[in-house]
C-alpha cells in the first residue's frame, strides 16, 4: 500500500489521480467527487439524442465548459481530451454527459447553434498526457517566481495561482488587488521570464478561498469550495435580520469576508419579522405595564415582563396575540393579567453528554477507591476485634481454671 500510495498522485483542483506503471506507462484518470464544484449527474445511463454530442470538459480550479464532439470518436465521462483552445489546444477531463448537459446549457444560456462554441479534437493519447503533466510540473514554481517578481516591481496585487494550458504555450495568472493594477508591463517580465503567453485573471477573497480551500468553524469545507459558484453580495443586514451579534470575528469567514452562510436563513427569518409587530412601548395590561425583553423569531413568540429590569419572570405571548393587544389599546382597553402562565426557564432539550460533569469519571473512581478503603478499614477493624475477642478468651480461660484447679488441690 505504501508504494502504491508513493506511486499515485491525487491532483483534487482538477479531480484525477495520475500513476506510473511499472513499465513506465503514465496513466490518468477521472476521480469523481474529488474536484470542486462537482455537478452530480442523477440520469445517469440516460441518453438524449439533442444533446448526445455536448459534453462537460473540467479544467483547473473549477474551470470547465460545453464543448462539442467533433473528433467522430465515443466520448464518455471520465475521459481525457483535447480541446480547442484560444490559442493552441487545452487538455480536460469529461465531467458530464447526456440530458443533464442541457440543463447545464440552459442554466449558462448556451445555444447549440451557437457558433461559439468550441471542440473536442480527440481523446488524450500518452504523448498529450506526458506534455501536460511537464507543464502541471511547473506551475508551483512559476508561481512563486512570479510573487517575486510582482513584489519586485512594487505592485500591490498578490499572485493566487497558476494554470498551464494542456500544450504549456500559455498560463492563466489568478490574482488579487484592492484597487485597479496596471500590470502592463508586468505581463512583459513574465513572458521573457516563463516564455509563454501570459493571461491575467482577476478573482476575488471569497474565490479565493474557493481554490485553496479549507475547513470552516462549523467543521465542515468551505462552502465556496465545495458547491457555491455564483457569490452574491452578502451585507451586515442579514445579520441583523437573524438578531445575531455584530462581531466581526465571528461574522468573517476564512477570506476575510462575511460569511456566505450569513444569507442561508435570512429569508426565513425576514419572512418570519413580517408577522412580528413592532413596539415603541410597552403593553398596558389591567395590573401594570409589560416590557418586551426578547423574542423568538422562528417560534413567533415575544416574551414580557413587567419588571423592565429583570429577566426573572417572563410571559410568552404569540405575535398574534400582541397584535390583538395592541389594537385594545389603541382602542382605549386594556387585557387581562399576564400573570397566570409564568414562562418556566427549563431548558428546550437535554443532553446526556452535557448535563454531566465532565470529572464524572473521576468521581465515580474516587468513590469506588473510598468504598474499597472503607470496606478495607472495616475488614481490618472487624479481624482486629476477632482477634481480641479470640486472644481475651483464651486469656481469661486459664484464669477461671487456675483457683478451680487450686482450690481443688487444697
Request: charged residues 30%; glycine residues 8%; positive net charge.
Amino acid at each position: 500500500m505504501n508504494a502504491d500510495n508513493e506511486i499515485k498522485k491525487f491532483d483534487c483542483s482538477r479531480g484525477c489521480v495520475v500513476e506510473r506503471t511499472d513499465e513506465g506507462e503514465l496513466k490518468c484518470g477521472y476521480r469523481q467527487g474529488c474536484c470542486k464544484l462537482e455537478v452530480y449527474d442523477w440520469l445517469p445511463g440516460v441518453r438524449q439524442e439533442q444533446v448526445k454530442n455536448y459534453f462537460e470538459v473540467r479544467f483547473k480550479n473549477t474551470r470547465k465548459g460545453i464543448y462539442v464532439n467533433a473528433s467522430g470518436q465515443t466520448v464518455k465521462m471520465g475521459d481525457l481530451v483535447v480541446v480547442e483552445a484560444a490559442t493552441g489546444h487545452d487538455l480536460g477531463i469529461v465531467t458530464l454527459e447526456g440530458p443533464i448537459v442541457s440543463r447545464q446549457m440552459r442554466c449558462k444560456r448556451i445555444d447549440t447553434a451557437s457558433p461559439d462554441l468550441k471542440k473536442i479534437y480527440r481523446k488524450a493519447k500518452v504523448f498529450d498526457i506526458e506534455k501536460w503533466q511537464e507543464a502541471i510540473a511547473r506551475e508551483h514554481e512559476t508561481m512563486i517566481r512570479s510573487r517575486q517578481i510582482a513584489a519586485e516591481m512594487g505592485l500591490e496585487m498578490k499572485i493566487g495561482d497558476v494554470e498551464f494550458q494542456g500544450d504549456g504555450t500559455k498560463a492563466i495568472f489568478y490574482y488579487i488587488a484592492d484597487g485597479r493594477v496596471d500590470f502592463r508591463q508586468l505581463i512583459k517580465v513574465f513572458a521573457e521570464e516563463f516564455h509563454i503567453r501570459i493571461e491575467m485573471k482577476q478573482i476575488g477573497a471569497r474565490q479565493e478561498a474557493g481554490l485553496i480551500g479549507g475547513l470552516g468553524v462549523c467543521g465542515r469545507e468551505l462552502c465556496c469550495s465545495n458547491y457555491i459558484s455564483s457569490f452574491q453580495s452578502i451585507t451586515t443586514t442579514s445579520a441583523r435580520v437573524q438578531d445575531l451579534s455584530l462581531n466581526p470575528q465571528k461574522l468573517a469567514g476564512q477570506c476575510g469576508k462575511l460569511k456566505c452562510c450569513l444569507n442561508y436563513e435570512t429569508a426565513v427569518y425576514m419572512d418570519a419579522q413580517s408577522r412580528i409587530p413592532k413596539l415603541n412601548g410597552p403593553l398596558e395590561l389591567e395590573d401594570g405595564l409589560a416590557y418586551l425583553m426578547k423574542t423568538d423569531i422562528l417560534k413567533e413568540t415575544m416574551y414580557f415582563s413587567y419588571d423592565q429590569s429583570s429577566f426573572a419572570n417572563l410571559y410568552p405571548l404569540p405575535a398574534s396575540e400582541v397584535k390583538e393587544i395592541i389594537r385594545m389599546n389603541r382602542s382605549g382597553q386594556k387585557p387581562e393579567s399576564l400573570k397566570s402562565e409564568p414562562v418556566q426557564n427549563t431548558p428546550e432539550f437535554i443532553s446526556a453528554v452535557g448535563d454531566d460533569s465532565i470529572t464524572r469519571f473521576d468521581e465515580t473512581r474516587r468513590k469506588h477507591k473510598g468504598n474499597r478503603n472503607r470496606n478495607n478499614r472495616q475488614r481490618a477493624k472487624g479481624g482486629q476485634q476477632d482477634r481480641q475477642q479470640r486472644g481475651g478468651q483464651k486469656d481469661r480461660g486459664p484464669k477461671k481454671v487456675r483457683p478451680r484447679q487450686e482450690e481443688a488441690g487444697q
